[in-house]
């Protein structure tokens, strides 16, 4: 009786595992190059693609970016409260920006996910190309959100 129970728990984790691996549209190897290149396809064509993705060290990229078959981009899942936060502080966003610090700015690379050991460059990569960020008195939140993103890309 314990070996057919063993025996149906594995079949279900197996089971689960292989449906788990359907979903993604990527193999072993994970997102990246080597899964656009090589596809999904179990087995050993994944150390081609696992060895693309080291070789050229674009599966960080794809995370970031949500190319290369891995899905969102990072700063996707908080694109709302972004979206929300940009609007309500158009000004003080701007301002922070023009000086290189704030609270606001702050706050703003928090909801961007920057880690903290990067929001000094963050804010610095903002302030030096302001200009590009804010680009005229008129500018709208999407453009605001979009033009961060082409600056620190």
């Known amino acids: 009786m314990k070996k057919v129970l063993i025996a149906i728990c594995a079949a279900g984790l197996m089971l689960a ?6 979903a993604q549209p990527y193999g072993q190897a994970g997102c990246g190059l080597g899964s656009v290149i090589f596809g999904s396809e179990p087995g050993g064509v ?13 599966q960080t990229f794809g995370i970031t970016t949500g190319t290369l078959n891995c899905g969102d981009p990072i700063w996707a899942y908080s694109q709302n409260e972004v979206k929300k936060f940009v609007v309500h502080n158009m000004d003080a966003l701007a301002l922070d920006i023009a ?9 703003f690379a928090e909801l961007m996910q920057v880690p903290v050991e990067q929001r000094s460059e963050f804010a610095g990569m903002l302030q030096a190309n302001f200009d590009q ?21």
Do not use: C, K, W
Request: aromatic share 6%.
């Open 17 to 22: 595992g292989a449906t788990a691996a359907l």
């Open 133 to 153: 960020v804010f680009t005229s008195d008129d500018v709208v939140m999407a453009d605001v959100i979009d033009n961060v993103v082409t600056v620190i890309n």
């Open 46 to 58: 994944q150390i081609f693609a696992a060895t693309t993705n080291g070789t050229f060290g674009n």
């Open 99 to 107: 000086m290189g610090n704030g609270e606001t700015l702050d706050a």
